[in-house]
């Protein structure tokens, strides 16, 4: 079954929007860096469904290998990001972000 470009690009659109929708309203570290997983999968969704639509060949690839770096660094950030979540949580022992804004020693 082919689905349409369109509606898998209004599909990663939707998924940005609850994603930023997630950073901006949640105050939950975890939740935050959830938000932001999304936001990279929906931007990786739209990618491949650019890569789809280009005429096979080379040309099409380059979607697919720029989606493993946008992969690659997203695994990074989680990586970073819960460990810098692991340490603020043994300091502060909270991981709201409201509270962990003023990183005084």
Same mark, same amino acid.
Request: aromatic share 8%.
């Given at each position: 079954?082919? /689905? ?8 990663s ?6 994603? !930023? @929708?997630? /950073?901006?309203?949640?105050?939950? *570290?975890? /939740?935050?860096?959830? $938000? ?9 969704? *739209? ?5 789809? *639509?280009?005429?096979p060949?080379?040309?099409? @690839?380059?979607?697919? /290998? ?13 990586? #970073? ?5 692991? *340490? ?5 022992? $909270? #991981?709201? !972000?409201?509270?962990? $804004? $003023?990183?005084?020693?």
């Amino acid at each position: 079954m082919n /689905v349409p470009t369109d509606y898998v690009l209004a599909l990663s659109a939707f998924l940005f929007v609850i994603g !930023v @929708l997630g /950073v901006l309203v949640r105050r939950n *570290a975890i /939740v935050i860096f959830m $938000s932001i997983e999304l936001m990279l999968n929906s931007a990786n969704l *739209a990618l491949i469904a650019f890569a789809r *639509a280009m005429a096979p060949g080379t040309e099409a @690839l380059r979607g697919h /290998v720029l989606v493993f770096f946008v992969i690659a660094v997203a695994a990074a950030e989680v990586a #970073i990001g819960l460990a810098l979540i692991v *340490a603020i949580f043994r300091t502060k022992r $909270s #991981i709201d !972000v409201d509270q962990v $804004s $003023s990183l005084q020693g």
